[in-house]
């Protein structure tokens, strides 16, 4: 298979808005792939050459990549410049200036080779290295296949699929339809490298999902809690149960085999090398291998109090990490038990997997690694007395998990529920993880900044789409907006992604790749005629009354944002609460 083929389908569906088509057209390019292309096809498609916990890190600045279009344009300085103002993206600029090669059409496994040997270019003189190599590779390709590897490396490939497409896709590629998704799924929530699953698929067909099994080194998507608003809701819906306070820290998933340890980011990001302390501590533990999760979190030992985010978040860095650590000692409080000594923890109740923790983990917070503190609880009266502890230890409050229920990957039930500050009659005090989607120019004082507000959606699973939920315009400074539109740029689209449901009425005037989640907080939910979270033939949509934004969430990616099910809870735990407060 030639690389042309995959460019020219990616290309396609850049102007499809249909995702049973886009789901079609990468079904029909893996039907001709061998096994090895369609892994190679499946990294490519989701802008990358390895798996997202490996990360494909090209290490080449965008002014360089500039310097070598600009060569093979054979464009003056100036010309060139206006042209990157006016197209935005240097991929679709190259791609818009037809170039024919001499050279025969390059294989999918010569380009995808070359993508991989360009991350490996490093030491003195390596950026003039690998602008010579890049060069070269772009000359032996036509322009729209040259536009696709230059997004590649800069991280901007804008597909606008998710994982979820992709997975369908597997399936159509081997039932004719969606029959074999919640199977694929599975085997991508315990295994999460779509690469491997396209290979072994290819290879082996739906029978080759039974050798998909938990690895060391490679993530388990997490389990993720839903929401109640009181400790009474939430024991009714339990019944005997388990209570640990809610950190507000870094969600990390440990690895640990007998010969190195991985630390995983909840978005599945490798960040091992942030974290020497917890490395050095995990290596101590008297254990063959394991897989835990737990938040990693600032700790103060002469107070005993736990340190806000923003100083956790000091910890998420490339440079000083050594220095940093020193100041900034993290402590890994565990949560969670998914795989001991070789015996995957799955499928045993919670109780089951705390006991098998507290074979390895001590409960003792002078322990670089511990285990979570937990109580068990019978009645809501405890719940809420516990509640009110954590509250006093100012953190975010708790999470309860059904006592007998197994350990999910991938999933939001109510095996896990969160509890936090109490939502009062028609307010709304939590906060929602938004994606955003857009931003308006500003006018008057903030035309200056080049951006007024923003447009926020939350994420419709079931049809793996983001739905509009509010503008946000107030809750940072004018320097914050011009940090949000210097991210924005970099993921901005000339059109509005596929993915995205939005009336034109609210249509941004500059559209964003749906990447960048944002924690935005709000006096209350309501009904809108006009948003499309939630928004169905028969039903108003849901928005955002007086949203304010307060920070990003580095840790999360768009799917893993605030979901349209949840607003729609919310919204009804809202809506009991001002019924209940009326009738006093």
């Known amino acids: 298979m030639n690389f042309q083929e995959v460019a020219q389908v990616l290309q396609e569906i850049e102007h499809i808005h249909s995702r049973n088509q886009i789901m079609e057209l990468l079904a029909s390019l893996f039907h001709k792939a061998t096994p090895e292309q369609a892994q190679m096809i499946t990294y490519l498609s989701l802008g990358q050459v390895r798996p997202t916990y490996l990360g494909s890190q090209f290490n080449i600045a965008e002014k360089t990549i500039k310097k070598v279009i600009q060569t093979i344009l054979r464009l003056p300085e100036d010309d060139f410049n206006q042209q990157v103002k006016q197209y935005g993206d240097l991929g679709t600029l190259l791609a818009s200036h037809p170039q024919v090669t001499t050279q025969d059409p390059l294989s999918l496994e010569h380009v995808f080779q070359q993508l991989v040997e360009l991350q490996t270019i490093s030491g003195e003189g390596s950026q003039e290295e690998r602008a010579q190599f890049l060069e070269k590779l772009l000359k032996n390709v036509t322009a729209a296949e040259g536009g696709f590897i230059v997004r590649i490396i ?11 497409t992709m997975i369908d896709a597997f399936s159509w590629m081997l039932a004719g339809n969606k029959s074999l ?32 099994h938990i ?6 998507l997490p389990s993720l809690a839903e929401r109640l608003p009181t400790a009474a809701e939430i024991v009714e819906k339990l019944g005997h149960c388990a209570a640990q306070p809610k950190l507000d820290g870094f969600r990390l998933q440990v690895h640990i085999s007998t010969s190195q340890v991985w630390f995983y980011s909840r978005n599945l990001i490798n960040m091992t090398l942030m974290f020497p302390e917890l490395t050095q501590a995990a ?50 409080f565990v949560f969670d038990l998914l795989y001991l000594n070789g015996e995957s923890m799955l499928d045993k109740g919670h109780e089951a997997r705390r006991k098998a923790a507290l074979t390895f983990l001590s409960a003792d917070h002078h322990d670089t690694i511990s285990l979570i503190d937990e109580r068990e609880i019978t009645t809501a009266d405890q719940l809420e007395d516990y509640f009110l502890e954590c509250m006093h230890e100012g953190l975010e409050g708790l999470v309860v998990k059904k006592m007998h229920a197994h350990y999910q990957p991938g999933k939001r039930n109510f095996n896990w529920i969160k509890l936090k500050r109490t939502q009062e009659a028609g307010t709304l005090t939590d906060t929602i993880d938004a994606v955003v989607l857009g931003y308006y120019h500003g006018r008057g004082r903030r035309a200056t900044l080049g951006i007024g507000a923003f447009l926020i959606g939350v994420y419709d699973k079931k049809n793996d789409r983001y739905e509009t939920l509010a503008k946000v315009g107030t809750g940072l400074s004018d320097q914050r907006f011009k940090d949000i539109k210097a991210l924005c740029d970099g993921y901005k689209v000339d059109h509005k992604p596929f993915n995205v449901v939005c009336p034109k009425e609210l249509y941004p005037d500059v559209w964003v790749e749906p990447s960048l989640v944002w924690v935005v907080i709000a006096d209350e939910i309501t009904r809108s005629p006009l948003h499309t979270a939630g928004k169905t033939e028969h039903e108003l949509g849901y928005a955002l009354r007086f949203p304010r934004a307060l920070e990003q969430r580095f840790d999360k990616s768009a799917d893993q944002a605030t979901t349209v099910d949840e607003i729609k809870h919310m919204f009804e735990n809202s809506y009991l609460k001002k019924a209940e407060s009326k009738n006093k």
């Open 283 to 332: 290596e101590r533990l008297n254990i063959t291998d394991a897989i835990f999760e737990g938040e990693a979190i600032v700790f103060d030992e002469s107070t005993g109090a736990f340190l806000p985010f923003q100083e956790t978040v000091k910890r998420k860095r490339k440079h000083d990490i050594h220095e940093m650590a020193q100041e900034f000692p993290l402590k890994l």
């Open 154 to 164: 800069l991280g901007k490939l804008r597909t606008g699929f998710s994982d979820m």
């Open 215 to 220: 690895t060391l080194g490679i993530p388990i």
């Open 181 to 212: 998704r919640k199977e694929i799924e599975h085997a991508y929530n315990i295994c999460a490298d779509l690469g491997l699953i396209a290979f072994t698929l290819k290879k082996k067909g739906k029978d080759g999902l039974a050798d998909i």
